[in-house]
């Protein structure tokens, strides 16, 4: 069963930083391309990163520079660490993957080349003074 954990949300002030984990089972991170997406309250969905398969790390506009996509293999896991942030980056953040599950719902953020097919439930981020 394709499973994703994500962990490592709170809150924290403007400039700050958080690293998010993304502990993943039923597949291995290493032969798919993992990323991560958020959602903010009354807003579409935003993929913000994504590594794939082979190492290359794709960025949307409004992270790059400031956030930074990962992965370690033994812990069979995916990280996104976030410097710099400001309060418009407050949202839940959801650790996705492209090895498809049965349901085969996907979704293809329009600024990266990665199609998820499996994502986690979420961890809240609110950044805030």
């Known amino acids: 069963q394709v499973q994703l954990v994500e962990s490592g949300g709170g809150l924290v002030q403007p400039g700050g930083s958080l690293r998010l984990s993304c502990v993943a089972s039923?597949?291995?991170?290493?032969?798919?391309?993992i990323g991560w997406f958020r959602r903010a309250p009354g807003k579409e969905r935003e993929g913000l990163a994504c590594l794939d398969s082979g190492g290359t790390a794709y960025y949307t506009d409004s992270v790059k520079g400031r956030f930074t996509v990962s992965r370690d293999s033994a812990n069979n896991s995916g990280y996104l660490q976030m410097n710099i942030l400001k309060p418009e980056d407050t949202a839940t953040y959801y650790c996705?993957?492209?090895?498809?599950?049965?349901?085969?719902?996907?979704?293809?953020?329009?600024?990266?080349?990665?199609?998820?097919?499996?994502w986690g439930q979420g961890t809240q981020v609110t950044v805030s003074s």
């Open positions: 039923g597949f291995t991170v290493d032969e798919f391309a």
């Open positions: 996705a993957s492209t090895k498809r599950t049965s349901s085969s719902t996907t979704y293809r953020p329009p600024t990266l080349p990665c199609t998820f097919g499996s």
